[in-house]
């Protein structure tokens, strides 16, 4: 990671950063949300480009970071839970052919 911070460093700074802002961090997830759905809808177009996919990706990744860590959520937390998710799809899948 750029600069001796590690990957949670950053996260802890951006969470910082939006503590001073004064805008609630919810309000960046929901942006970059929809700024993702409006890529995959050009690429359903046949318009999309995964440069901008992937970009946008990882803006709401960040984000989603940023807010979980404002909620004290570990990552081992995170990581059950979509254990958790991907199991229960895969079982749904399985059962009744539906994710």
Not at 10 to 33: L, R
Not at 46 to 59: L, P, W
Request: charged share 30%; net charge negative; proline share 1%.
């Amino acid at each position: 990671m750029g600069q001796g911070k590690s990957l949670q460093e950053w996260i802890g700074a951006v969470c910082t950063v939006d503590n001073c802002s004064g805008v609630p961090q919810s309000v960046y997830v929901i942006e970059e949300c929809a700024e993702l759905i409006k890529e995959l809808m050009k690429e359903q177009r046949g318009k999309g480009q995964r440069e901008q996919i992937v970009g946008e990706a990882c803006d709401v990744l960040t984000t989603v970071a940023v807010l979980l860590h404002q909620y004290g959520v570990s990552r081992e937390e995170v990581e059950a839970q979509i254990a958790f998710k991907c199991r229960r799809a895969v079982e749904r899948w399985e059962k009744a052919g539906e994710a």
